[in-house]
């Protein structure tokens, strides 16, 4: 072979070695009580991505209870799970308690119907303990239960499916860390029992409110933080839905009179992970280095609170800070596209692509769309 040659090879094969370490960038698919359905891969497969994270979506009506008439069926999402993986995607599974008021076209049962969880503003202040029936059962089994029947559905090998066990449960979590330490041990057993270890791996997408102490470490007793160690160290990745203060990395003196770069918004990113591991889960959790599972970026988008923390929700601006804001938007998608271009980030992150601010490709709305933010987005997407 030529020295030519052999340096083409070498290129090509260090080429193909970044290709397959590339962070993958995904986006979030909502499943309500109308299911999932065929073109929301479609249009995600046309963007470019390789990974999708099913949101199905239950609401928790009483204490302990969850109705899962109330959301996409198990025959639904094991479909749109067998079509996704059959297309190629990496797949996440996220499922969501969420408060009725949420959910279009949904009837509480007349006995609940008052309950302070029908209204309730988050899904994080939900009280669930996750070893009763409704959710250990009920959720975690039927989940797994449901994989495996998709991946029997598959004729060549797939990449594995992450399962969140959890997903931006704060109050459960500091109510009840003893039950999610037992809850991974229960899901392991079951996961052995139905031939998924390898297959299915187990994770828990936290909120960022964990990475402000007062928020939930704080709250919780010497003990808990133990047992919610254990059940961390128990897991094969965890996730955050990441949605911190993205101006952290602008010199102080400049951050009221100028927005980040991109290249600010990455180093911000960063930053909230080195701190995630060093002071919450190594200083507060007492987590060695070895013990803490590969963390994702579960969920990300910019809502109305911009770049700056809280960067969610929020309400309506009028026309003038909506122009503003989708710069801001903008940036955070470039930002977070460099983080991961920089191999020092997550090997995934899945964007929240519903409602407005979020649905930055318009694909629920067209008048949501925020063209640089999408650009971002494809041009990751897109490159070799």
């Not at 479909?79 to 599974?93: K, M, P, R």
């Amino acid at each position: 072979m030529s020295a030519f040659r052999a340096s083409l090879v070498l290129l090509l094969l260090a080429a193909s070695a970044r290709a397959e370490h590339r962070a993958l960038l995904g986006a979030s698919v909502y499943g309500g009580m109308t299911g999932f359905k065929d073109d929301q891969l479609v249009q995600l497969s046309g963007a470019g991505f390789k990974l999708v994270s099913f949101v199905p979506t239950y609401p928790y009506i009483d204490l302990n209870r969850i109705d899962f008439a109330g959301g996409p069926s198990w025959k639904n999402l094991e479909d749109a799970t067998t079509l996704a993986l059959y297309s190629g995607f990496t797949v996440v599974l996220k499922p969501h308690l969420d408060p009725a008021s949420y959910i279009t076209g949904y009837t509480p049962p007349e006995e609940v119907a008052h309950s302070w969880r029908m209204d309730c503003g988050w899904r994080g202040y939900f009280d669930v303990d996750p070893m009763t029936k409704d959710y250990r059962e009920g959720l975690v089994l039927k989940s797994l239960e449901t994989l495996k029947r998709a991946l029997e559905r598959q004729k060549g090998p797939v990449p594995p499916i992450r399962l969140e066990l959890g997903a931006e449960l704060m109050n459960s979590t500091v109510y009840f860390p003893q039950s999610w330490a037992a809850l991974v041990d229960y899901a392991k057993k079951e996961r052995q029992r139905l031939g998924l270890d390898g297959k299915v791996l187990l994770s828990h997408n936290f909120e960022h409110h964990i990475e402000m102490p007062s928020d939930e470490l704080s709250r919780m007793t010497p003990e808990g933080r133990k047992f919610l160690a254990q059940y961390i160290k128990g897991l094969d990745e965890l996730a955050l839905s990441q949605y911190m203060d993205l101006t952290v990395a602008v010199p102080e003196e400049e951050r009221g009179s100028r927005l980040p770069t991109a290249g600010e918004v990455a180093k911000a990113f960063a930053i909230h992970e080195k701190n995630f591991r060093e002071k919450v889960l190594e200083g507060l959790l007492g987590l060695k280095p070895s013990e803490i599972p590969p963390i994702q970026i579960g969920e990300f988008g910019v809502g109305t609170g911009g770049l700056k923390a809280p960067n969610l929700w929020a309400g309506e601006l009028d026309a003038e800070k909506e122009k503003a804001l989708d710069e801001q938007i903008a940036l955070g998608h470039a930002g977070l596209v460099k983080y991961l271009e920089s191999g020092k980030g997550p090997g995934t992150a899945s964007l929240w692509t519903i409602g407005k601010h979020y649905d930055v490709f318009g694909w629920g709305n067209p008048a949501y769309a925020i063209p640089a933010a999408a650009d971002a987005d494809r041009a990751y997407l897109k490159a070799p």
